[in-house]
């Protein structure tokens, strides 16, 4: 088994760059080696793999510069090595270079052997003389170059984002991304109690905080080990999650003996959220197409104490109320999206996503959407939700869908009975939810409460 991080690290990003699978899946699939290395180690290991895909841009403009060879035309494993290195030369003080560039060169010569092992030790001995010399593109000539090289955001979307937002807030929202986010976590409010837990979480992390909008978050971070062996985790007294995902559930508000369907529950981040709030009490139903994740979904219920969730198999596009006994008094559809609202956590996104994704997902939204409403009891509330901040996959499928449902309308009667004023503050004057990383400091998400008219 490899010991070495730098190597394990080299793995994961070929194995990803190799592959259709997300980031999560590549490194689950070297889990047991990352594991296995120290504490330090397994710390190294995974800041090289997110420092990386954050700065992959960046590093390669660098690159770019030192290279002879155009680097579409060098082999994948020794870009990412030469990758590695240099992030480590750039962007992590505590990495002297020569260590760097030494242990890069020692994995080159076993693994693509000598020549390549030279032409790396060059690059990057070149690069860490003079990396800081290196000029971005011209900030006048063309801003949206400039955002896509010194942020590592992909040109098309750097395009799209400078010319939604403005240059200004396109920076901001790009340097909050390219940050590592704290972790957050939610109360299990059926066992504990949000202080209770921040005092028993202090004795195994730093930086402890309460969420500000969320009243059941705790943020925390440097876990002295791995979050799983918490003890508090093992007893259920927590979901991680980030705090925009939370308060899309509190929008939901769903309340003690209803019935409620979360569509598209994937692991069950949300409907334990919604248990929560029930009190346990009432009926839920977790379906999703993929039974993998619903299996999932059952063993968290049970860790967090939950014995109202009900899964159930199910392809939303074709599903009708045939499929159920009932209507249900509340639906949440967390649709599936580009991601692009939560690349903070998941940097593997904006390599992977292009502009045709967007109108894609979009298409697929607003079909889904219609299909969830069908399932809704007259009375009834249905919140949509997608951790995007694209007005294609936001606004656009609501307005589509209430232009093509005139038995829904957009329900602005939101009350939290905790932190309200924080909450609402987050709802446009049309109704809609929406957080930024950049303002927020929580993911990028946005939700719609949509309710369907009783008819007289």
């Not at 999703?288 to 994740?293: E, I, L, Q, T």
């Not at 940097?347 to 959407?369: E, F, H, V, Y």
């Amino acid at each position: 088994m490899i010991k070495n991080p730098r190597h394990i690290a080299l793995n994961v990003l070929v194995s990803w760059h190799n592959s259709s699978q997300n980031l999560d899946k590549s490194m689950e699939n070297l889990s047991l080696e990352i594991s296995s290395l120290a504490k330090n180690d397994r710390n190294l290991c995974n800041a090289l793999i997110f420092g990386v895909l954050r700065h992959r841009g960046s590093i390669d403009w660098t690159l770019s510069t030192f290279s002879k060879t155009p680097l579409g035309k060098i082999n994948i494993t020794l870009l990412y090595l030469l990758r590695i290195a240099l992030f480590q030369i750039q962007y992590m003080d505590r990495v002297p270079a020569f260590a760097a560039i030494n242990t890069t060169v020692d994995i080159a010569k076993k693994l693509l052997g000598k020549k390549a092992a030279g032409f790396i030790n060059a690059v990057l001995r070149n690069a860490a003389d003079n990396f800081s010399k290196v000029a971005f593109p011209d900030i006048k000539k063309n801003k949206s170059k400039f955002i896509s090289i010194k942020f590592s955001l992909p040109l098309w979307l750097s395009k799209k984002w400078n010319h939604a937002f403005g240059f200004e807030q396109v920076c901001s929202l790009c340097q909050q991304i390219n940050t590592i986010p704290q972790i957050t976590l939610r109360t299990n409010t059926l066992k504990n109690n949000r202080q209770s837990l921040a005092k028993e979480l202090s004795f195994v992390a730093k930086n402890i905080q309460l969420t500000e909008y969320a009243s059941q978050g705790i943020s925390f971070t440097n876990p002295s080990i791995p979050i799983q062996e918490f003890e508090t985790f093992k007893l259920g007294l927590f979901q991680i999650q980030d705090e925009a995902a939370q308060i899309v559930t509190d929008f939901l508000a769903p309340v003690p003996n209803e019935k409620i369907l979360d569509a598209c529950a994937g692991l069950g981040g949300k409907t334990g959220h919604i248990a929560q709030l029930m009190e346990n009490k009432g009926t839920i139903i977790a379906s999703d197409v993929d039974p993998k994740k619903l299996e999932s979904l059952e063993i968290e219920s049970k860790r967090l104490g939950i014995d109202i969730i009900h899964t159930k198999p199910l392809n939303l596009l074709k599903t009708s109320i045939k499929n159920f006994d009932f209507y249900f008094d509340r639906v949440l559809i967390d649709a599936p999206c580009t991601g692009l609202g939560v690349l903070r956590r998941n940097p593997d996104t904006k390599w992977d996503r292009s502009k045709n994704d967007i109108a894609r997902l979009s298409g697929q939204q607003k079909k889904m959407l219609n299909s969830a409403a069908n399932l809704v009891k007259p009375g009834g509330l249905l919140v949509y939700a997608v951790c995007s901040c694209e007005k294609e996959e936001n606004e656009d499928v609501i307005h589509h869908f209430l232009n093509k449902r005139k038995d829904f309308s957009i329900d602005k009667d939101f009350k939290s009975n905790n932190y309200d004023s924080l909450i609402t503050s987050l709802i446009s004057g049309e109704g809609f939810l929406k957080t930024y990383p950049d303002a927020n400091n929580m993911d990028g998400f946005f939700a719609a409460r949509l309710k369907r008219k009783i008819k007289s």
